[in-house]
């Protein structure tokens, strides 16, 4: 069962009539405040006009496919949530949608296991993502002596700085915005090198897992984990 939602502004970007209404009931059940469009240019002006804290948004929309859509809300709001929906499990704009930081997808015919799921993820992402207003910088503990400044990207260690390279902090980053779910090998390939190629899947990965090596070398503590023939995790506290 999802959390309350009382304190969550939730846009329903969907062009199915029927499924958008079942959306909103159900979400406005548990107390969020929901709003719904059927295109990807009404989602633009209805983002702006209510910054809601999720996006619950279909790939294949009138005007402006979903994916358009949150790739032009992602250069003005890195913080709201996204959830894709799709009608189909095509790899390519199903790995362009890992791409945009989303807190994953759902494949119709929507199950209330998966909303309730994906949900769950993106309120735990929001809630360990608060942002300070005092400092108005977010910063997220890892592990017992590391910290991680999400607002300048910069990883520290007992308040000693560590410097990683672009592509490490790129992988870094993404697991930490994870935190507490396994990304999977091809999810991490495709985010740190934009291109996953199935034919050298095995070199793809062990490529990864001597990436990983090196990123653990600089951390001095074990924080991100295996699972065996999955991929890597940062655990929650």
């Not at 913080?79 to 994953?104: C, E, M, P, Q, Y």
Request: charged share 30%; with cysteine.
């Amino acid at each position: 069962m999802i959390c309350m939602l009382s304190k969550y502004r939730v846009l329903v970007a969907e062009d199915d009539g029927e499924v958008a209404d079942s959306l909103a009931i159900y979400l406005s059940s548990f107390g969020a405040e929901v709003h719904k469009v059927s295109d990807g240019e009404e989602l633009l002006e209805k983002h702006l006009e209510h910054r809601p804290h999720i996006i619950l948004c279909d790939i294949q929309m009138p005007k402006l496919n979903g994916l358009d859509a949150i790739r032009q809300i992602r250069q003005s709001d890195s913080a709201v949530r996204v959830i894709f929906i799709s009608a189909f499990s095509d790899t390519d704009k199903l790995l362009s949608a890992i791409n945009l930081n989303t807190s994953g997808y759902i494949v119709k015919p929507i199950g209330r296991l998966d909303i309730n799921d994906r949900i769950v993820e993106a309120i735990k992402h929001l809630e360990m993502h608060k942002i300070d207003n005092s400092s108005n910088i977010s910063i997220i503990r890892i592990g017992q002596n590391l910290t991680y400044d999400a607002k300048t990207k910069t990883l520290l260690r007992d308040n000693k700085k560590i410097y990683l390279t672009q592509k490490e902090l790129v992988l870094f980053a993404y697991l930490v915005s994870k935190q507490g779910h396994v990304c999977f090998y091809n999810e991490l390939i495709f985010e740190v090198w934009g291109q996953y190629d199935s034919l050298q899947e095995y070199a793809n990965v062990e490529n990864l897992k001597n990436f990983v090596k090196k990123i653990r070398k600089k951390l001095k503590e074990d924080v991100i984990k295996n699972r065996y023939a999955e991929g890597y995790l940062i655990e929650k506290d």
